[in-house]
T-cell receptor, first 115, second 119 residues
Framework: KAGVTQTPRYLIKTRGQQVTLSCSPI?????VSWYQQTPGQGLQFLFE???????NKGNFPGRFSGRQFSNSRSEMNVSTLELGDSALYLC??????????????FGPGTRLTVL | AQKVTQAQTEISVVEKEDVTLDCVYE???????LFWYKQPPSGELVFLIR??????QNEISGRYSWNFQKSTSSFNFTITASQVVDSAVYFC????????????????FGKGTLLTVNP
């Protein structure tokens, strides 16, 4: 069974641009969560999608948005990039995400660098 | 509010030494789950263990063992006879109803401990 895939793996953008990251969950998984990892703040929850609906959102500005498609693939978008958005963005999938013990499987991440 | 503290930022050991990674958590809930993840240099988080708040039994898996103590709100992770391949960042994480909103799911992570095992 294929794991969680994320594309692209590396990305370089300049301030003010926007970026879209993609995540394909494990086949059959319907919940996709996104996390931002930086040296200073560590791993922080961005949002979670289930059946094309955002169910939970972390404390990030509105420049961060996402969506999920009918095949459970998810994208996250960051508009008007800032230097502080440079981070590793991790996607995680789980079967349903409806129980707090539901195990999440992480992808390799997308390394975003903002110049 | 929920919080996970990993006081050890970096640990360096020599191969075959035993090493314990500390994790202390805060939650108001009686039902919660604790996790450990390993993040090798490749970046992908690898699930190691999940433990629910009602099960304080310690667990052993090969060279890995976990000690869960509700009385001290700790969930420590020990690697016995460490190996170079154990070098990675290790994260402890918490999920409870306040973090998950009761019906969905997110993890609160500690800052991680960088473990370096030298040959």
């Amino acid at each position: 069974k294929a794991g969680v895939t994320q594309t692209p793996r590396y990305l370089i953008k300049t301030r003010g641009q926007q970026v879209t990251l993609s995540c394909s969950p494990i086949s059959g998984h319907r919940s996709v969560s996104w996390y931002q990892q930086t040296p200073g703040q560590g791993l922080q929850f961005l949002f979670e999608y289930f059946s094309e609906t955002q169910r939970n959102k972390g404390n990030f500005p509105g420049r961060f948005s996402g969506r999920q498609f009918s095949n459970s693939r998810s994208e996250m978008n960051v508009s008007t990039l800032e230097l502080g958005d440079s981070a590793l963005y991790l996607c995680a999938s789980s079967l349903t995400g409806t129980r707090i013990n539901n195990e999440q499987f992480f992808g390799p991440g997308t390394r975003l660098t903002v110049l | 509010a929920q919080k996970v503290t990993q006081a050890q930022t970096e640990i360096s050991v020599v191969e075959k030494e035993d090493v314990t990674l500390d994790c202390v958590y805060e939650t108001r809930d009686t039902t919660y789950y604790l996790f450990w993840y390993k993040q090798p240099p490749s970046g992908e988080l690898v699930f190691l263990i999940r433990r629910n708040s009602f099960d304080e039994q310690n667990e052993i898996s090969g060279r890995y063992s976990w000690n869960f103590q509700k009385s001290t709100s700790s969930f420590n992770f020990t690697i016995t006879a460490s190996q170079v391949v154990d070098s990675a960042v290790y994260f402890c994480a918490l999920s409870d109803s306040s973090t998950s909103g009761g019906s969905n799911y997110k993890l609160t992570f500690g800052k991680g401990t960088l473990l370096t095992v030298n040959p």
